[in-house]
């Protein structure tokens, strides 16, 4: 059973601190969507990647926040430095282009909770 | 921006109770997505919607894609306390990108 892994599942920190948060995608799928959850805002897209090329990224926050994917097997969120309002679940939803649209099939998900 | 709106925003109903929720928008879409979130997992998808007044099922689980494609509804048949959960609508337009509702928190009495 194919599934999106995330790590960690469970990140706390203190404000200031770098947080590395990785995704590791279901083989075969070339797209990877990273959202921020929060109670307020609901799910917040933050950055799209299709065949490990960014191609949005407008909903993160640039100062502090990058986005890469090293190979096809990896993407990584990176928070430096981290602040309590980073404080969200993030999700890592990864799928394949086509269509009318692109499939998403989301990981367990990192709580982050930034002190 | 494109405003979404997801409602009710909660429900409490008994076991063997329909539910009903929906999102409507001032937009035009081109898809509809309805997922659902367990507690501490990511949402999964239940349904996909492609075309103005479409009606799909899955299971216990119907949605229909509105005629004037700025609306969705989902219904639950005779809910069981595994439906519990959030449930989001996830509409897409031109630019491929899926807006996400606020979601229904659903709690099912046993």
């Known amino acids: 059973d194919a599934r999106v892994t995330q790590t960690p599942r469970h990140k706390v920190t203190e404000m200031g601190q770098e947080v590395t948060m990785r995704c590791q995608p279901i083989?075969?799928?070339?797209?990877v969507f990273w959202y921020r959850q929060t109670m307020m805002q609901g799910l917040e897209l933050l950055a799209y990647f299709r065949n490990r090329a960014p191609l949005d990224d407008s909903g993160m926050p640039k100062d502090r926040f990058s986005a890469e994917m090293p190979d096809a097997t990896l993407a990584t969120l990176k928070i430096q430095p981290s602040e309590p309002r980073d404080s969200a679940v993030y999700f890592c939803?990864?799928?394949?282009?086509?269509?009318?649209?692109?499939?998403?099939?989301f990981g367990p998900g990192t709580r982050l909770t930034v002190l | 921006g494109q405003q979404l709106n997801q409602s009710p925003q909660s429900m409490f109903i008994q076991e063997g109770e329909d539910v009903s929720m929906n999102c409507t928008s001032s937009?035009?879409?081109?898809?509809w997505l309805w997922y659902k979130q367990d507690p501490g997992e990511g949402p999964v998808l239940l349904i996909a919607l492609y075309k103005a007044g479409e009606l799909t099922s899955n299971g216990r689980l119907t949605a229909q894609f509105g005629i004037t494609r700025k609306d969705s509804f989902l219904n639950i048949s005779a809910s069981i306390p595994s439906d519990v959960g959030i449930y989001f609508c996830a509409p897409a337009g031109n630019n491929r990108k899926l807006i996400w509702g606020l979601g229904t928190s659903l709690a099912v009495n046993p």
């Open positions: 937009s035009i879409f081109n898809t």
């Open positions: 083989l075969g799928h070339n797209t």
């Open positions: 939803a990864t799928g394949t282009s086509g269509g009318t649209l692109d499939t998403q099939y």
